[in-house]
């Protein structure tokens, strides 16, 4: 089984959100059950150098509407786990950011047509068998692998979608039709919803299969799709949800390097020195719980209620301490600059993105506050129980899967169903009591460090997948 991931992150290479984790890890894994994976992405401006060196594959150009464009793509001989190419298009890709340019639209179609250039001009039996999209940017390469003139030697291969936001579709106007290779004028409702190219309603429609990441986020998806509910429903019958895992080998307690502190055998010591690392670092009290949020500082991940939760919950108890790191609105950014104000002795926010800091954080942490509107799987919740951690949750999407609720009985965390101060405020308080409790505090880590959030499992899901559409 060959298959080849296109995307447009890929940790380490280029990280936005999670979805950079997934296609960094699931090849791996795929390849580690006996498939050949690859991923193929942009050449974005990076010290690539610091991955090895490159070889170049293939060259190729075409009309993107008035441009002509070139572009090479790249072999990175030396990644481990999977093959790794790039595409390198001058004047597109060459930028510092990934996303939020005024010509996103030309970058992606460009992109997409580099990839579907280079596999028609390979040799039949060179060529996956697969090819699997992630997210809106690659949502035309269904449609254009399976209708554009130019590309009729790739009509069989069969392409998988994965779903990792469905509120980001990437529509644009009509009028930048002339962007796609010519096909059969009567395939244009393919790539249509509500008048507008929509590449991620055009994906669902024509990918032989499309997934989300967890199944309580397509469950979602069926009554609240951001405008898609009615498609999805519609196509509900080649869809699924797959959860996903984490890269395990990344995320070791026992050996990450980025960690200072490394689990032994004791999870509380683990924990406990962990911590006092970070509160040294940071000047608060190892003493008090530690409640840490890390994520983009988006509406969507409830980020705009984190300074009024953790600022009420702080005033009601003078016994509990904050830390936030991430970066996006800059209004939400204001006010979590203020909460530290505020709060200066139990409140610290690092308003930036930082691999390391995070890492050390999930460890040095008690409890990861999720308050997401929106969660399609969610990565962090798993992090943070692999360090030991505790999460408190919305119960949405991914989220809902992952973490059970605390009861007599088990349960890994802490679950809420309304963004609501006084809703949170309870939650909060109830783990408040448990960290007071040391002894129920350490069974809990101890069974969340022993969960298994590998990706063995999702990775199988995917290739049984791939397997039925090529039977
Ligand atoms: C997106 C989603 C997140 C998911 C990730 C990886 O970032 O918002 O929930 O975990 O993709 O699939």
Sequence with gaps: MHVL?????????????????????????????????????PHFNRDWDQYGTLESVFEGGFHLDWEYIRFVVLRHPEVEGFELYSVGIPGKFDRPEIYSYRDDVQRSVAFQRAVLTWLSAMDAATRPQVLHCHDHHTGLIPFMAAHAYEFA????IATCFTIHNAAYQGAFSWDLLRLLPAFHGDRSGLLDWNDAINPLASAIKCAWHFNTVSRGYLDELFHSGHGLEGLIRSEAGKASGILNGIDTAVWDPASDPLLEVHLKRSIDVFKRKSKAEVCAGTDLDPKLPIYLFIGR????????????????????????????????????ENKLRHLEQFF???????????????????????????????????????YCMRYGGIPIVRRIGGLRDTVEPLSESGGNGYVFDHLEINEVRNVLSA???????????SKVRQRNISIDFSWEHSAKQYLDTYASLLA
């Design 153 to 156: 030697e790739l009509n069989r």
């Design 431 to 441: 783990s408040r009591r448990l960290y007071q409790d040391g002894k129920q505090m």
């Design 344 to 382: 200066h002795r139990r409140a610290r926010t690092f308003i930036m993105y930082n691999e390391t800091l995070a890492h050390r954080l999930y460890a040095g942490c008690d409890f990861l506050l999720m308050p997401s509107r929106v969660e399609p799987c969610g990565l962090n919740q798993m």
């Design 297 to 332: 500082l988006a509406y969507e991940k409830g980020a705009d209620m984190l300074a009024s939760i953790l600022g009420d919950f702080m005033s009601h108890y003078d016994d509990v301490q904050c830390i936030v790191l991430g970066s996006g609105d800059p209004q939400i």
């Design 5 to 41: 991931h296109i995307s447009y992150e890929c940790y380490p290479f280029a990280k936005v959100g999670g979805m950079a984790d997934v296609v960094g890890a699931l090849p791996k894994y795929q390849t580690a059950l006996d498939a050949r994976a690859s991923v193929v992405m």
